[in-house]
Structures are given as C-alpha cells and as structure tokens.
C-alpha cells in the first residue's frame, strides 16, 4: 500500500508541474480486487453484491483516509471523492456530514449496483 500512496504522489507532483490543477478527484470503484486483495482483513465482500454497505462504508473509510493524506501533501487543492459503481452511477462523499450524495445516475439496469435504489 506504500507503495501505491506514493506512486500516487508522485504522479500528482508531476502533473501539477504540468498544469495549473485546482481540484484532485479522488475515485474508487465497486467490486475492487486491489481493496479484497490488499485489504481483505476489512471485511470487504468476496463476492459482487453480497454486502453493499459494508463496501460503501469501506470505501468511504479508505477516501477518508486518503484526502487527509492528500490534503497534506497538497494543502492549497481541493481534493474531492467519489465511488462509482457498476452500473457507472457515481456518488460523492462528505468527510464532515460522512453522507454520499448520488450526482450521476449511470445507463446500467444491475440490481447489484451500489447506488441502484439510493436517492
């Protein structure tokens, strides 16, 4: 995992060289075989579906921790967070409110989709 935070450091150094970047959109994804395969003592679901807000929650553990870390390293950024799920609905996070609020419903009918019946 260390070594994937600071690859990820690195990248965003070297982009913001780049560009004049104001904003880092930092998005997960559902169903991640790098989270069950790095971190599988969270309890995060084997298996699609099986426990979406154990996921959800997971995930918003693993966003959380990460803008912290980022805000460190780039105070003068926005760093926002996001979840998207298989149906390519996307969510975002409020590390103050701790709510996700659903911002782009995606063309996927699954059922298994994190945000299919979240308003």
């Known amino acids: 995992m260390a070594l994937l935070r600071d690859n990820l450091v690195k990248n965003l150094e070297i982009a ?3 560009q004049p970047i ?8 559902q169903d991640c ?11 995060y679901p084997s298996t699609l579906g099986a426990d979406n807000e ?6 918003a553990s693993i966003l959380t921790y990460a803008q912290r870390y980022m805000k460190k ?3 003068s950024k926005t760093i926002l967070l996001s979840l998207i799920d298989i ?13 996700w609020k659903k911002v782009y419903t995606g063309p996927g009918m699954n059922p298994l989709g994190l945000w299919y019946n979240y308003s």
């Open 16 to 18: 913001l060289t780049l």
């Open 22 to 29: 104001t904003d880092i959109y930092l998005l997960n994804h």
């Open 33 to 43: 075989g790098a989270i069950r395969a790095f971190l599988g003592c969270s309890g």
């Open 54 to 59: 154990k996921e959800i929650q997971i995930n």
């Open 73 to 75: 390293k780039f105070p």
């Open 87 to 99: 149906n390519r609905s996307v969510a975002t996070y409020n590390i103050v409110t701790k709510k």
